[in-house]
């Protein structure tokens, strides 16, 4: 298995704390792949970036950049490798920032004009990748629930993938499905509604947006726990056996599509446009977020937004949480439907995944998963 051959390259038995050449070589490796992946952008633009991004780049900045990932994968890859005894981490960022530059660096000029049409959303994966990492795995590193576990804890080049699998063809995850859909706010909008709702603080209507799309989440996601052949899909969600933030993108693409097209239907009628590209902004970072492998948790707060710990309850596999906390941002909707879970002790989980069922391992057997057991089972009946 591809992960188990990259975690005996790459790893090795010496401490991982700061100080021992660990994180310094993660870093220049990630920087290494980053910057090699946005020079070989600017190389096949037309090919690897999307063309409804390009018109938000500021080229100047990106340059920097890109700049910025090639010294940083230099210069951590000297600390690491004078810190380390096994120095492949460290070789292979400083390596593949030297391929990056190589290949021109920074300053590859960007031939001919750019015209629209399909491209695959390297820019996108490159540049959410760099984000999230940046946002999240700061606070799992430092304030860890599971201070045992490791960023590369077992099926991380899974969901790696799976995060991948969303990013690449954004043109039809996002700019096919998503943009098209806010877009019919214009004739799902019913007007006085609309027009009411606008007049409210924006404060107040960003509340109801939030209110409406989690009652439509719940009742989605209730169903996807309750009508067995939906579950077939939603258990790939549930088949981690450690949260991270990363973790919170393994899920079937049926799925995404559905939840997140039953979410956004009812908010179509009420809400204007922006109100609710704010709320996808919003949504991606909570529910992100709510996946982290992150400890501290306001107690006081608990009982109105959801924190990690809450949703955690709901990746459980201990009986005494299945089917468990739908909602994704307001935990008192559970309570209101008597499907609430949450130890008052402050405790969290000690196991996580499926409970008494196994899926396949792999991206593709996983998307195919649904649907061989339909067969199987009709087949038998
Ligand atoms: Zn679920
Ligand atoms: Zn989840």
Redesign the pocket.
């Known amino acids: 298995m591809l992960e188990k051959k990259i975690n005996e390259v790459f790893g090795d038995d010496e401490p991982s704390g700061f100080g021992t050449g660990w994180w310094s070589g993660v870093l220049s490796a990630f920087f290494g792949i980053l910057a090699l992946g946005a020079v070989v952008c600017l190389h096949y633009p037309q090919l690897l970036t999307s063309p409804e991004l390009r018109p938000f780049y500021p080229v100047p900045v990106m340059r920097m950049l890109i700049q910025g990932v090639i010294l940083g994968a230099i210069v951590l890859g000297v600390i690491s490798a004078m810190l380390r005894r096994k120095k492949v981490l460290a070789l292979t960022g400083m390596g593949l920032a030297l391929a990056a530059t190589l290949l021109g660096g920074a300053s590859v000029p960007i031939n001919g004009t750019l015209h629209a049409g399909p491209a695959i959303g390297l820019d996108w994966f490159l540049l959410d990748l760099l984000l999230m990492t940046l946002i999240f795995s700061p606070i799992e590193v430092l304030w860890p629930a599971y201070r045992q576990q490791s960023v590369f804890r077992e099926e991380w080049l899974l969901d790696i993938g799976y995060f991948l699998s969303t990013h690449l063809p954004i043109q039809v995850t996002s700019f096919l499905i998503l943009l098209p859909a806010t877009e019919l706010t214009r004739y799902l909008g019913i007007p006085s509604l609309v027009n009411a709702v606008g007049q409210l603080p924006w404060l107040l209507q960003f509340f109801l947006a939030v209110l409406v799309a989690d009652l439509a989440e719940y009742s989605v ?1 209730r169903l ?2 309750t009508v067995p052949w939906l579950w077939r899909f ?1 258990a790939i ?2 088949s981690s056996r450690n949260l991270d933030w990363i973790a919170g993108s393994r899920s079937h693409l049926v799925d995404d599509v559905a939840v997140r097209g039953f979410m956004l239907i009812p908010m179509m009628f009420v809400f204007p446009h922006d109100m609710i590209v704010a709320y996808l902004l919003f949504v991606t970072i909570h529910a992100t977020w709510t996946h982290c492998n992150f400890g501290p948790t306001l107690r006081w707060l608990e009982p109105y937004i959801i924190l990690p710990r809450y949703h955690h309850w ?2 459980t596999s201990q009986e005494e949480a299945i089917d468990r ?2 909602a994704i941002h307001f935990p008192w909707i559970d309570k209101l439907f008597g499907t609430h879970y949450l130890p008052s002790d402050g405790s969290w989980p000690h196991t996580y995944g499926l409970h008494n069922e196994k899926l396949p391992h792999g991206f593709w057997a996983q998307a195919m998963y649904p649907f061989r057991r339909r067969k199987k089972a009709a087949a038998a009946a």
Do not use: G
Request: aromatic letters at 20%; hydrophobic letters at 20%.
């Open positions: 996601h996807f726990h939603h969600h549930h709901h990746h906390n739908f």
